[in-house]
């Protein structure tokens, strides 16, 4: 396993639609592992590929410790309510953390990195932070989409 650099924003390979997983090999699998040891060395509660220069559809999610999930291809299929919570992202600088309305429940269809299919419903933190994930495989930083000071 190997600590990948995380990419800043103003990066261009930050704002591009990442491309679907079609091999489940070795070395998605050595990506995933990285990513996974990148999110640890970093604090972080989720990574995208993007976000470490790899331009595929593959997220990691930790919204608890010890809790981690692995979703190449993901899509929400579906969701509902909202909520408004305080969002941060490991390739923005933290001075731009701001208000997010996310949805409080959805669900999600992924592959492992076998290529099984999965399927995940999520609510309130975990349903944000897979928003948030797979926000980056659009190209989509949460600060696009931060509520405005003094809207709400």
């Known amino acids: 396993m190997a600590i990948?650099?995380?990419?800043?924003?103003?990066?261009p390979i930050l704002r591009k639609r990442a491309r679907e997983v079609e091999v489940f090999d070795a070395r998605l699998h050595q990506l995933i592992d990285d990513m996974i040891e990148t999110l640890h060395t970093s604090d972080g509660?989720?990574?995208?590929?993007?976000?470490?220069?790899?331009?595929?559809?593959?997220?990691?999610i930790e919204p608890?410790?010890?809790?981690?999930?692995?979703?190449?291809?993901?899509?929400?299929?579906?969701?509902?309510?909202s909520q408004?919570?305080?969002?941060?992202?490991?390739?923005?600088?933290?001075?731009?953390?701001?208000?997010?309305?996310r949805p409080s429940r959805l669900t999600v269809e992924y592959m492992d990195r076998f290529g099984n299919k999965k399927s995940m419903t999520a609510t309130d933190w975990t349903a944000r932070v897979i928003c948030h994930?797979?926000?980056?495989?659009d190209g989509i930083l949460f600060i696009d989409k931060k509520i405005k000071e003094g809207k709400r």
């Open 4 to 11: 990948r650099n995380i990419f800043q924003e103003g990066e």
């Open 45 to 60: 509660v989720g990574l995208a590929a993007p976000q470490v220069g790899i331009c595929k559809r593959v997220v990691i």
């Open 84 to 101: 408004i919570g305080l969002e941060g992202c490991l390739s923005v600088n933290s001075s731009k953390n701001g208000k997010v309305n």
């Open 64 to 81: 608890t410790e010890g809790d981690i999930t692995e979703m190449v291809n993901p899509v929400i299929v579906s969701s509902s309510g």
């Open 133 to 137: 994930e797979t926000d980056h495989l």
